[in-house]
C-alpha cells in the first residue's frame, strides 16, 4: 500500500555520490553497548557486540578496494561480481547452494560500493554452523559459473537499459562526469553494456583474488554469539584467505567546482543540485565543517535550508545538504526538486543561505543545537537494530577510528567553537559551486 | 484506574508485551527491547485516506502535514527542535487506513515525546499563514513522487481501475485538482472527527517496560478527554467484479517496458479463517523472491524477465490486493512475460503446491517475523498498522501457529478462489515508440 509521509525517507541521502561512510555522527548518550574486540590465533580481527535478546546472528564485513578496483574497459565487474556469490560455490551449483542457504534460514548479501566490497549475512542463531560454511564457500570459492554469470549481467543491462532515458540517471552519470573528470569516481559503478560484455568467468575470479584477503578484511558482528564462538567461526569463515590484497592505487581527488551542467527535459519539476568543497574526515577541520553542514542543510529538519525552501515558502518537498566522504575525494552537495517556474528563485536562495554561511558563520545557540542533535542522535541513527551496530562498526574500524571512538567522537564535537565553523564555511563555500540543473530551462524572473 | 483493571492484556514478565487500554479509550501497546538505549512511540490513528469525505481527497495526508504546525502551547517548529536536540529521529506516515505519527528518542525523552504528541492530539492551531506554504509543500510532494514518476502515476491509476466503488481507489496523496482546493476548514473538520485518545492506538517499542509506559501515558495521554464514538468505518464496498481491465502508461522516460496483475482480495480483518494466511504463502512462493516460483521459472529457467514477484496486502481494513508483476530481459516481449506469469498462477490453480514448497514457505514467513524483531521501529509498525485495521496483539502472536496451520489444499483453493483471470487489472507501463505501433496503446 503506498504510504505518503511527510518528511522526505532518508531524505539526508539521495545525493548523487556514493556514501561509503554514513556514520561520522556522535554518540549516545547512554552507551549500553559494549564492544569486545576479538582476535583470532591466525589474526583475524573482528569487533563483537554479544546481545541474546533474539536468536539471530548479523556478520557485516568489507574488502576495501569495491568499484575502483575495476579494470580500465571492464567497469561494472566488482558490482556484477557482488550478484554472483549466491549463485554457487565450491561443489554447488546455483540451485543447491540456494536451497542450502534457504534451508539453514539464512539471508546472505553482498555489494560493491566504490571503496569496498561489502557482504553480510543474517542467521538464526541456531542454524549458524551450516550457514556460516556457505559463507566461507561462498567467499573462497565462488563459481561464478557461465550460465548465471550470463544471467546476472543480462539483469544489469536490463537495468541499465532501462534507466537509459530516466533523466535522474542520465544526470547523474553527467554529474559525475563534470565532477570527477577521468579520475574512477566519475565511473558508472554498475558499469556500461559494453564493458559489461566483455566481463568473462575468468575476470571475475582474478578480481576476487586481488580482493578477498585478510589484509584489507574489516569484520563486525552483532547477535547471539559469544567470543569464544566467534573466533572458531572467523577463522572457519576467513583463515583460507591470503594474506594481503593487491589493489590499484587510486589517486586522491577533488570535484571540479565553477561549472554548470544542463540537462534538459521537460518535467513537472526541476532538480537542481550544487556540490562545493568538502573535508576529509582524518581533516582536524572535519567536525567544524560537519556541524556546519548540518545547521546548514543537514539531517535534521531544522536547518537553514529546510526552513527557507520548504517551511516558509513552499518550494520544495525535499532539501538537504550532506558532506560526502569517500576514500579518495570529499565534497559538500546540496540538492532539491522544485517546481519548474521557481527553480531559479529556489537555486538564488540556496545560493544566498550559502554565501550567508560563509560570510557569517554560526550563531552559538545553532551550534549548541546541532552539537546535541549529533551526540544524542547518535544511538538512533546507528546503532538501534543489529545491521545498523555491525554496518556501524564496520565503518569505524575501516576509517581506524579506534575501539574508543564512540566516547571519544563526543569530545571532538563538544570541542568544536563557532570560530571554527565560521572558519571552515568561509573555506569551503566561497568557491564558486558545480551546479546542475535537471528540467526545463531556467526562467529568470524578478523577485 | 489501576494498571491492572485497565489492561487488556497485563504483560507477565519484562520483556512480554504489554496490551492496555487508558480510561479514554486509547489502546497501547508496549515491546519491550533492552537491546540499545533507544525507544520509539508510535501513534496510529484510525483514519486515512479512506475515510476522507467526497471531493476531498489527500486531506488526511494534509492534515499529517499540518499536525506539526504548533499548538497553542508549543508553537509551530517547537516539536522539531525539541525532537532534533535530543538526536531523535521523527516522521509520520498516511496510508489509506491510518495516520501515524513516530519518533525515536532515548528513553528519557520519552515523556517529553508524549506531552508534545498528547498536546497536538486536541490543541493544533491552524491558520491560513501555515496552511498556504505547506499545501505547496503537498503539491510538490505529488509532482516529485507521481507526476514525475512513470511508475507512481500508473500505480495510481491501476489502483484507480481495480477498486470500481471502494476509496481505495482514490490517491492517498490525493488528485490534484481535489488538493490545489484543500483549506483549513477541511482540515480542521479531518482533525476534530478523527484525532481523539478513543480513535488511537499508541505503539512504544524500545528499552523501557511497561509500567514506566504506562505511568507515563496516563500523564500525558490519559489527561484528553475521549472524544465522540465514532461509528463504525463502513466504506463503500466493491461490487461483484466481472471484467478484465487493462490499463497502459506510454512514457518517453521508459526503455524496458514492465507489466503488474492485480486482484481484489481479501484482508485479514474480513475473511474466512486461514484464507489471509493461505494469501501470504501463496505470495511467497509464487513470488517471494529468489525461491519463488515465478523467480526460478522466468528468471532463472527461461530467462525471459529481469525480475518478477507476488505480493498480498493483507493487512487492510477492507479487501485489499493479490499482484504479480514482471519486466522482460533481453530480446523478450512483454507478452510473453505476460503469458509465462499468467502460466505460474494457472499452475498453482490447477495442480497447487507441494508439501515441500508449503514447508519452506511457512519458515520463511515465520523467519521473517523474527528477523523483523531485530528493528524497533519494524516492529512498532507492525503492530501499529495491524491494530490499525482491526486485528489484536493476540492475533498477531498466533500468526506464527496460524501461518504453520495452513495446507496445499488451501493455498490453491484462495488461488483458485481469488486469482481469476476473468477479473484483474493488468498495468502495462511502455516506451513511447509504442503509441504509434504497439496494440495496448490509446
Redesign the interface.
Known amino acids: 500500500?503506498?504510504?505518503?509521509?511527510?518528511?522526505p525517507?532518508g531524505a539526508a541521502k539521495p545525493l548523487l555520490v556514493a556514501l561509503v561512510f554514513l556514520g561520522l555522527a556522535?554518540m549516545?548518550?547512554?552507551?549500553?553497548?559494549a564492544i569486545q574486540e576479538v582476535r583470532t590465533s591466525s589474526g583475524i580481527k573482528a569487533w563483537l557486540v554479544e546481545?541474546y535478546?533474539?536468536?539471530?546472528v548479523?556478520v557485516r564485513f568489507a574488502f576495501r578496494g569495491g568499484s575502483t578496483q575495476d579494470p580500465s574497459g571492464k567497469e561494472g565487474l566488482a558490482n556484477l561480481m557482488a550478484g554472483l556469490f549466491?549463485e554457487g560455490a565450491g561443489d554447488l551449483d546455483?540451485e543447491a547452494f540456494?536451497?542450502r542457504l534457504?534451508?539453514a534460514?539464512a539471508?546472505m548479501r553482498f555489494d560493491a560500493g566504490r571503496d569496498a566490497v561489502y557482504g553480510s549475512m543474517?542467521v538464526?542463531a541456531d542454524q549458524k554452523d551450516v550457514a556460516f560454511d556457505l559463507l566461507r564457500l561462498a567467499i573462497e570459492q565462488p563459481r561464478f559459473d557461465q550460465g548465471p554469470t550470463d544471467?546476472v549481467r543480462?539483469?544489469i543491462v536490463?537495468?541499465i537499459?532501462?534507466?537509459?532515458?530516466?533523466?535522474e540517471a542520465v544526470a547523474k552519470i553527467a554529474w559525475g562526469k563534470a565532477l570527477y573528470g577521468e579520475h574512477p569516481y566519475s565511473r558508472q559503478d554498475e558499469g556500461t553494456e559494453q564493458t559489461l560484455a566483455t566481463a568473462k568467468p575468468s575476470d571475475l575470479k582474478a578480481l576476487r583474488k586481488r580482493l578477498f584477503a585478510r589484509g584489507n578484511l574489516t569484520i563486525a558482528v552483532a547477535g547471539a554469539i559469544d567470543a569464544g564462538a566467534l573466533k572458531r567461526d572467523l577463522d572457519r569463515i576467513f583463515g583460507g584467505l591470503p594474506a594481503e590484497p593487491s589493489l590499484v592505487p587510486v589517486a586522491e581527488t577533488a570535484p571540479k567546482l565553477a561549472q554548470e551542467v544542463r540537462i534538459p527535459y521537460d518535467?513537472?519539476?526541476t532538480g537542481l543540485r550544487l556540490a562545493y568543497a568538502g573535508v576529509s574526515d582524518k581533516d582536524p577541520r572535519f567536525f567544524a565543517a560537519y556541524l556546519m553542514n548540518h545547521i546548514l542543510g543537514g539531517e535534521?529538519?531544522?536547518s537553514r535550508l529546510w526552513n527557507e525552501v520548504?517551511?516558509?515558502?513552499?518550494?520544495?518537498?525535499?532539501i538537504g545538504s550532506t558532506l560526502v566522504n569517500n576514500d579518495h575525494a570529499s565534497a559538500l552537495v546540496i540538492g532539491t526538486?522544485?517546481?519548474p517556474d521557481r527553480a531559479a528563485e529556489t537555486l538564488s536562495l540556496v545560493r544566498t543561505e550559502v554565501r550567508r554561511m560563509a560570510e557569517e558563520g554560526v550563531s552559538e545557540e545553532e551550534l549548541e543545537?546541532a552539537k546535541?542533535?549529533?551526540?544524542?542522535?547518535?544511538?538512533?541513527?546507528h546503532?538501534?537494530?543489529?545491521?545498523a551496530?555491525a554496518n556501524t562498526l564496520v565503518a569505524i574500524q575501516m576509517e581506524d577510528l579506534g575501539i574508543d571512538y564512540i566516547e571519544r567522537r563526543k569530545r571532538l564535537i563538544q570541542a568544536v567553537t563557532v570560530e571554527d565553523v565560521r572558519s571552515v564555511a568561509k573555506q569551503l563555500l566561497s568557491a564558486d559551486p558545480a551546479v546542475m540543473i535537471v528540467g526545463a530551462p531556467l526562467e529568470r524572473r524578478k523577485g | 484506574m489501576t494498571f491492572e483493571a485497565a489492561a487488556v492484556e497485563a504483560p507477565r514478565d519484562e520483556?512480554e508485551i504489554g496490551n492496555f487500554l487508558l480510561s479514554n479509550g486509547m489502546e497501547v501497546v508496549v515491546i519491550p527491547?533492552?537491546?540499545?538505549?533507544?525507544v520509539t512511540q508510535m501513534v496510529f490513528y484510525k483514519a486515512g485516506n479512506a475515510d476522507e469525505p467526497p471531493g476531498k481527497s489527500g486531506i488526511a495526508?494534509f492534515l499529517?502535514?499540518l499536525?506539526?504546525k504548533g499548538t497553542s502551547k508549543h508553537p509551530a517548529?517547537e516539536f522539531?527542535?525539541k525532537v532534533?536536540?535530543?538526536?531523535?529521529?521523527?516522521?509520520?506516515?498516511?496510508?489509506?487506513?491510518y495516520t501515524a505519527y513516530y519518533q525515536?528518542?532515548?528513553p528519557?525523552a520519552l515523556g517529553t515525546m508524549m506531552e508534545f504528541e498528547a498536546d497536538r492530539m486536541r490543541h493544533l492551531v491552524l491558520t491560513d499563514a501555515v496552511i498556504?506554504?505547506?499545501?505547496?509543500?503537498?503539491l510538490?510532494?505529488r509532482?516529485?513522487?507521481v507526476?514525475?514518476n512513470p511508475e507512481g502515476l500508473l500505480?495510481e491509476e491501476t489502483?484507480a481501475t481495480l477498486y470500481q466503488n471502494h476509496p481505495y481507489r482514490i490517491?492517498?496523496?490525493g488528485w490534484m485538482h481535489e488538493m490545489e482546493q484543500l483549506n483549513r476548514s477541511d482540515a480542521v473538520a479531518f482533525y476534530d472527527r478523527y484525532y481523539a485518545p478513543n480513535n488511537a492506538i499508541l505503539v512504544v517499542a524500545g528499552?523501557v517496560d511497561a509500567g514506566t509506559v504506562w505511568r507515563l501515558a496516563d500523564k500525558t495521554y490519559g489527561a484528553i478527554p475521549r472524544g465522540p464514538d465514532l461509528p463504525q468505518r463502513v466504506r463503500p464496498q466493491e461490487p461483484e467484479q466481472n471484467t478484465k481491465r487493462t490499463v497502459v502508461l506510454t512514457d518517453?522516460?521508459?526503455?524496458?517496458p514492465s507489466f503488474e496483475k492485480s486482484w481484489v482480495a481479501p484482508c485479514y480483518r474480513i475473511t474466512e479463517p486461514g484464507e489471509a494466511e493461505a494469501l501470504d504463502l501463496l505470495a511467497e512462493i509464487l513470488g517471494g523472491g529468489?525461491?519463488s516460483r515465478i523467480n526460478q521459472e522466468l528468471?532463472?529457467k527461461q530467462?525471459i524477465a529481469?525480475?518478477g514477484g507476488a505480493y498480498f496486502?493483507g493487512r487492510?481494513l477492507d479487501p485489499?490486493s493479490f499482484t504479480i508483476y514482471g519486466?522482460p530481459?533481453?530480446e523478450a516481449t512483454i507478452e510473453a512475460v505476460e503469458d509465462a506469469l499468467d502460466a505460474e498462477v494457472r499452475k498453482i490453480i490447477e495442480t497447487g503446491v507441494t508439501d515441500v514448497e508449503l514447508e519452506?514457505g511457512k519458515?520463511?514467513l515465520v523467519?521473517s517475523m523474527?528477523?523483523a524483531?531485530?528493528?524497533?521501529?519494524?516492529m512498532a509498525s507492525i503492530y501499529g498498522k495491524a491494530l490499525a485495521t482491526g486485528s489484536t496483539v493476540y492475533d498477531l502472536e498466533a500468526w506464527p501457529l496460524r501461518v504453520r496451520a495452513v495446507t496445499s489444499t488451501q493455498v490453491q483453493a484462495v488461488a483458485r478462489k481469488y486469482l481469476n483471470p476473468d477479473r484483474s487489472v493488468a498495468g502495462y507501463l511502455l516506451?513511447r515508440e509504442s503509441a504509434t505501433s504497439g496494440d495496448k496503446s490509446r
Open positions: 500500500m503506498t504510504m505518503f509521509n511527510r518528511l525517507i556522535a549516545p548518550a547512554r552507551a549500553a553497548m546481545d535478546s533474539i536468536p539471530i548479523t549466491d546455483r540456494q536451497e534457504d534451508d534460514g539471508e543474517r538464526l544471467r543480462a539483469q536490463s537495468g537499459t532501462a534507466e537509459a532515458k530516466d533523466p518535467l513537472p519539476q535534521a529538519f531544522t520548504r517551511e516558509k515558502r513552499g518550494l520544495a518537498y525535499h526538486g522544485t517546481r543545537a546535541k542533535n549529533v551526540i544524542g542522535g547518535y544511538a538512533v541513527d546503532l538501534n537494530s543489529s545491521s551496530i | 520483556s527491547d533492552h537491546r540499545a538505549p533507544t495526508h499529517e502535514h499536525m506539526f517548529g522539531d527542535a532534533a536536540e535530543i538526536g531523535g529521529e521523527e516522521n509520520a506516515f498516511t496510508s489509506s487506513d525515536t528518542v532515548t528519557e498556504v506554504p505547506e499545501r505547496d509543500v503537498i510538490q510532494e509532482r516529485l513522487r507526476e514525475d500505480e489502483q490517491p492517498v496523496i528499552d518517453p522516460r521508459v526503455t524496458v529468489t525461491r528468471v532463472v530467462g529481469s525480475w496486502q487492510s485489499s519486466s530481459r533481453g519452506k519458515n520463511r523467519r523474527i528477523f524483531r531485530d528493528s524497533q521501529t519494524g516506451p
